[in-house]
């Protein structure tokens, strides 16, 4: 059932800073950036993932390849109904529990292990391939972040689902201009990032990754596409949600203090 997307992704996103200040671990700017895709993923009705369908053949599946940024994942299962968020918030980061920091196939809802950059499309592209000789209707969605594009096992990944015309692949960037050491432009340019999609061969969507709507269209967009793969370029603010931490590349690193997290808290609610 969908659900109210600016009150579930205000959820999320304070959970998400419970968890970094519980846990103290970094990558909170990159967590808050692709709360708003996550929270129209499992909170709406477009994309056919629920808790009661973890098993299902025709489920979509949903792969987040920047797993360092799990936080957002993790917090978004918890508040759709994968997980027992007092559960998560106890426990997240601790020795002998579930919830590591970088995405674990252990937690009910995630499909793979991820943290290593550039291995997230390659598998995603594996089960596109799969699900289609499977005859199923299913799905596949998968969110990098930009810096991730770095890696060359991306673009080899692009290149192959670009050829093999694989309609039921989608391919979120969130592109949030801020990578480990500093601006992407600055570290190794992407742009035009539109145009070399479309010379791979890709349904190319370009949009707001804060505008809900935006991202409904998109999503359904995608899902009309029938001859080639789908990326979704989501233009977004590193530590989206809480002014001290957007823009900054400070806060790729950082968790919360507590004082730090009371006035984040205060300002999302």
């Known amino acids: 059932m969908r659900q109210n997307y600016t009150e579930l992704s205000k959820k999320i996103r304070i959970l998400t800073l419970e968890l970094a200040h519980h846990a ?35 489920r979509d599946r949903f792969i987040l390849s920047k797993g360092h940024c799990c936080a957002a994942l993790y917090s978004t299962l918890a508040l759709t109904g994968f997980l027992d968020p007092q559960e998560l918030k106890n426990t997240y980061g601790d020795n002998g529990s579930i919830y590591y920091t970088h995405c674990s196939h252990k937690v009910p809802g995630v499909e793979i292990s991820t943290g290593s950059l550039g291995h997230g499309l390659p598998v995603a592209i594996g089960q596109a391939i799969a699900t289609k000789a499977a005859k199923t209707n299913a799905n596949v969605i998968c969110l990098t972040g930009d810096g991730e594009l770095d890696e060359g096992s991306n673009w080899e990944a692009i290149l192959f689902a670009g050829h093999h015309r694989l309609a039921n692949l989608c391919l979120i960037v969130d592109y949030n201009k801020i990578q480990s050491m500093g601006n992407v432009k600055d570290i190794l340019a992407l742009e035009p990032l539109d145009d070399k999609f479309k010379h791979f061969n890709w349904n190319v969507i370009r949009i707001d990754g804060h505008d809900f709507e935006q991202i409904e269209n998109a999503l359904r967009n995608f899902q009309a596409e029938t001859t080639k793969p789908t990326v979704i370029i989501a233009d977004t603010i590193k530590g989206k949600g809480v002014s001290f931490m957007e823009g900054q590349l400070l806060w790729h690193y950082r968790n919360p203090n507590d004082e730090e997290l009371k006035i984040a808290k205060e300002e999302l609610q």
Do not use: E, K
């Open 24 to 58: 103290r671990t970094s990558h909170t700017g990159g967590a808050l950036s692709m709360v708003d895709l996550l929270t129209v993923i499992y909170g709406g009705d477009i994309i056919n993932i629920s808790p009661s369908n973890i098993d299902d053949p025709q």
